[in-house]
């Protein structure tokens, strides 16, 4: 199974931007929903955003809504992480995710999807310092 791939991490000061994107071949796209989750130094990884096959449903996390911004690319297999008005907070290990339903993201959305299961990538560092 070919695993998602993510890209454009990196080190930004506070309140600049950053934009990430994975690259997921490994199925068909469109058919799955795509996630992006956050794991900071010795906590759990926690969903960040979330966008449906066709990307007519979105869902963010408390702590970044109005920051970052999802978006999915079907016919170049790619989704994408906008990141704007970073905080030193955000600074974490960013993973992508594909699953083959909607409703999963939408039933662990209230615990931060800890725990669950899909197809993912191995993670791109963010580090937001000055």
């Known amino acids: 199974q070919v695993r998602p791939v993510e890209s454009g991490g990196g080190l930004v000061q506070p309140g600049g931007s950053l934009r990430l994107s994975c690259a997921d071949s490994?199925?068909?796209?469109?058919?799955?929903?795509m996630g992006w989750f956050r794991q900071a130094p010795g906590k759990e990884r926690v969903l960040a955003a979330a966008i449906s096959g066709n990307g007519g449903d979105i869902l963010y996390a408390d702590a970044v809504k109005g920051r970052f911004t999802i978006s999915r690319e079907n016919n170049k297999n790619t989704v994408y992480l906008e990141m704007n008005s970073l905080k030193p907070e955000d600074t974490a290990v960013y993973f992508c995710?594909?699953?083959?339903?909607?409703?999963?993201?939408?039933?662990?959305?209230?615990?931060?999807?800890?725990?669950?299961?899909?197809?993912w990538g191995q993670g791109a560092q963010v580090t937001v310092s000055a």
């Open positions: 490994g199925h068909t796209f469109a058919m799955y929903a």
């Open positions: 995710v594909a699953v083959n339903a909607w409703r999963t993201f939408v039933e662990c959305s209230g615990y931060g999807c800890i725990g669950m299961g899909g197809y």
